[in-house]
């Protein structure tokens, strides 16, 4: 690919991380191999495209679409001079966006402006077919993970540190360059942040369960400390089954293991089991805490409200994952959403693959910084 459209999409990215929006270089290639799937000079494709790979938060929908408005402004107001870098004619890039309806957008990415394999990735799974389900099926488990590290409390050699390790320094100081007193380094170690995964598997959830659990497998061979749990009435930890290797053989096991697939919805109460039972083993070394359910609830909301507060005291953060959250004019209306809102950090859509990709991003994008 040229640089120039290269160079285009680096700036475009950087518009978006300065309204703070997580932009990976993955998601940058993404683009630019997006260029190579839409017509470039239909501006509601290339829009499409864009959106789909950098959207992954309700709330970023308005700075993209102004950051996209802005930015090719720009490229457009440069047109006059000599072979200027752009992705599309001035006439393809006239901001008008905001005026298209979401059914035109889907259409756009779903039908003109994807492969094949692509189309699968961005339709609901409730709406695949068996063969499309295989397909999303390998999507998800070889979606590429790259989780920041975060500080431990721990202390560890390194030259390039930034505080004297007193301890070494003194120890090299016995001998016979013990008159140099050579000043060793030391800095905080690196860690994975763990991941916690609960996933609804109740009636209204079942069209999304399966799908998921291949998503928890994935983290599970990928990521270094991963715990899985299902509830429906009743908890189940499965992390067990899904560090098999082998994605079937794993949900096959933890089929046998889970007793409750398809029933009624206790999400109070199910967490409530994991803050008692789970929550001083596992909730060690600032974990993510990643819940997938509808908010369908039986039990009581305020029992979900306390316990889900509870718990997002005892865990770096809390992402709530919602299959229905992709559908337009979605408000999370139903009480047991309602209950948790206040109490966690990101709500999110999880029906497609794409969705679990935008996950995946937001994962890899948490801040690493903060000590664990």
């Known amino acids: 690919m040229k640089a120039g459209p290269v160079r285009d999409i680096a700036g475009f990215a950087d518009s978006l991380r300065s309204q703070g ?28 495209a864009f959106r789909c790979l950098s959207v992954t938060d309700q709330g970023h929908r308005v700075p993209f679409d ?54 699968v990735a961005v339709r609901d799974f409730a709406d695949l077919s068996d063969r499309d389900l295989d397909e999303a099926r390998r999507m998800l488990m070889e979606m590429r993970w790259h989780p920041s590290a975060s500080k431990t409390r721990r202390w560890v050699h390194d030259k390039g540190g930034q505080r004297p390790d007193m301890r070494r320094t003194l120890r ?14 030391r800095q905080r170690r690196l860690q994975q942040r763990p991941l916690i995964v609960i996933s609804d598997i109740s ?8 799908l998921f659990l291949v998503f928890a497998h994935a983290a599970s061979q990928r990521l270094r400390h991963t715990e899985v749990f299902t509830f429906s009435t009743t908890l189940t930890r499965v992390t067990e089954d899904l560090r ?19 029933g009624g919805t206790k999400i109070g109460e199910a967490i409530a089991t994991w803050n008692r039972d789970w929550s001083r083993r596992l909730a060690r070394g600032g974990p993510v805490a990643l819940i ?12 979900l409200s306390t316990e889900i507060a509870r718990l997002a005291r005892s865990v770096h953060s ?51 910084a903060k000590e664990i």
């Open 172 to 185: 090299g100081a016995v001998g016979l360059e013990g008159d140099l007193m050579r000043i060793e380094r």
């Open 292 to 303: 997938l359910s509808d908010g369908w609830d039986c039990g009581d909301p305020a029992l």
């Open 244 to 262: 098999r290797t082998n994605a079937r053989m794993a949900l096959d096991h933890a089929g046998h293991t889970v007793k409750d697939w398809s």
């Open 66 to 119: 102004e950051e996209f408005r802005r930015f090719f402004d720009r490229i457009e107001g440069s047109s006059h001079e000599a072979e200027p870098p752009r992705l599309a004619s001035a006439s393809a890039i006239t901001p008008v966006f905001e005026t298209l309806p979401e059914e035109t957008i889907e259409d756009a990415v779903t039908q003109e402006g994807t492969s094949a394999v692509e189309n």
């Open 203 to 210: 009636g209204s959830m079942e069209k999304y369960a399966e």
């Open 318 to 368: 809390v992402i709530w994952l919602n299959p229905l959250a992709a559908r337009s004019g979605y408000e999370p209306a139903t009480r047991g959403m309602k209950a948790v809102l206040p109490h966690i950090d990101h709500l999110l859509p999880a029906a497609s693959v794409n969705d679990l990709r935008g996950v995946i991003r937001l994962l890899d994008s948490i801040d690493g």
């Open 21 to 48: 929006m997580t932009v990976t270089p993955d998601q940058m290639s993404d683009m630019a191999r997006a260029l190579t799937l839409v017509d470039p000079a239909n501006r509601m494709h290339v829009y499409a």
